[in-house]
């Protein structure tokens, strides 16, 4: 029987958004990813799977009809195309104030044996800053460039326990599923199992800054240690008449990736996302858990602590780069051995730098100075200009080694230097 199988969560397909917290919870320790700054969840995406005997002549048509007759399903031309049936789930505190919402795409197959399945491509995807929204009292006018609410203010300025509110809204998303299921299933049926993974998440901090337009291009410029790749992106916004800067940063080909851009007018937002199941895999595997509250628990708190860490360390680097604490006179200076290279002119040792070599230390400047990102993978290590981009490595250099090895970024001190630096300008390139 299915008697504890979403029991008690349906009522009048209306479910309370209630907080009762434990002080001592799990997330509440990692509330500042592990003593760092506190990071929030925003886009969550959960793949689901659920498997049922006894769930009559006709499983998938019966079930569609049961939703239907419960009013919580409307066919529609969309799912019959796709082939499943998708829910919208309103969230709503104890006053009945809707705080936020689900939506659920369920995909059903029947077994020979008449076993009814909620198939693997089903997922719930729901937003977990728009619930902080009203137990924090977030004024109405508060919004996001392009108009969105998924905004609560400065991070630093929210408490731990908006973890805690963020935990309990994912369980009671997820309790509020099974009731659904549920309630379009006759009483016989029987649960044989329940899957749940993390299929897409996103955790954020947003930085309070003066110039967050200018931090996002300064950011395309100087990566966070590790990513080898720094795209130039914009969003429309209906505030702004130019479209607004993205900075991604990209540490694997297919992995979580950073996303710095201006949420508000004085607020910067650093992102991690995992936009899919494989890029979750990158951060904490490919582990599965049941439809439980220990399971929503299980796999929220481990992608909040390994996902938030690397967050906090994206955090302090866009810090470090709103500070612009060199000038561009002062990257200039730094480059010079590069431009001396490129111009080939003697050096100290008495090398005079060849053709190949000078083209080569003017791709790099290019580089460095354009995307804050240069290779030198087809350079030998034992070539001058792989030699003096070691030495701009140093202490006092203005280039970090990225990940993998060969590439060379800007250190986040010189990033806001380099917006300021035109390619080849009085150096006769």
Same mark, same amino acid.
């Given at each position: ?189 029987? &649960? ?18 003066? /110039? ?5 291009? !300064? ?10 790749? !720094? ?61 439980? +509250? ?21 955090? +302090? ?13 002062? &990257? ?57 981009? /070691?030495?701009?490595?140093?202490? /006092? ?28 300008? +009085?150096?006769?390139?």
């Amino acid at each position: 029987m299915i008697d504890d199988f979403g029991a008690g969560f349906l009522r009048q397909h209306r479910l309370t958004f209630e907080i009762s917290m434990d002080s001592n919870s799990t997330i509440v320790e990692h509330g500042s990813a592990e003593g760092g700054d506190l990071v929030l969840f925003d886009r969550v995406e959960l793949g689901v799977e659920f498997r049922f005997a006894g769930a009559g002549i006709d499983p998938s048509q019966s079930f569609r009809t049961k939703l239907a007759s419960n009013g919580i399903y409307r066919a529609n031309a969309r799912d019959l195309s796709k082939g499943c049936v998708t829910l919208r789930l309103p969230m709503e505190n104890a006053d009945g104030v809707e705080v936020g919402k689900a939506t659920a795409e369920l995909y059903l197959a029947v077994r020979p044996d008449g076993v009814l399945i909620v198939t693997r491509r089903s997922s719930v995807r729901f937003n977990l800053l728009l619930p902080l929204r009203e137990g924090f009292a977030v004024p109405d006018n508060l919004v996001s460039s392009d108009r969105k609410r998924n905004l609560v203010g400065p991070t630093e300025a929210v408490p731990d326990v908006a973890c805690e509110h963020q935990l309990e809204f994912a369980r009671q998303v997820v309790s509020k599923l099974c009731a659904a299921i549920a309630s379009g299933l006759p009483p016989c049926a029987v &649960l044989l199992g329940s899957e749940m993974w993390l299929r897409a998440a996103e955790v954020c901090h947003d930085m309070a800054c003066e /110039d967050p337009i200018a931090i996002t291009h !300064a950011a395309t410029r100087s990566p966070v240690a590790g990513t080898s790749i !720094a795209e130039h992106d914009f969003y429309r916004t209906r505030l702004y008449q130019n479209r607004l800067p993205v900075a991604h940063w990209l540490p694997k080909e297919n992995g979580e990736a950073y996303k710095i851009y201006p949420k508000a007018s004085q607020l910067l937002r650093v992102e991690l996302s995992c936009g899919s199941r494989d890029d979750i895999a990158s951060v904490i595997g490919r582990g599965s858990v049941e439809c439980t +509250d220990d399971g929503i628990e299980e796999i929220f708190v481990e992608f909040y602590n390994s996902a938030g860490a690397l967050c906090c360390v994206a955090l +302090d680097h866009v810090r470090v780069l709103a500070q612009g604490v060199y000038s561009a006179a002062d &990257l200039a200076l730094k480059l010079q051995p590069l431009l001396l290279v490129a111009g080939r002119q003697s050096l100290a040792e008495g090398y005079r730098p060849n053709e190949v070599a000078a083209a080569e230390a003017k791709r790099v400047y290019d580089e460095i100075i354009r995307s804050g990102v240069a290779s030198a993978k087809g350079l030998r290590k034992g070539m001058k200009v792989r030699q003096v981009l /070691d030495q701009l490595c140093g202490q /006092d250099g203005p280039l970090s080694t990225g990940n993998p090895q060969g590439i060379y970024v800007l250190k986040p001190e010189y990033g806001r230097a380099g917006l300021l630096l035109d390619v080849g300008e +009085d150096f006769g390139f």
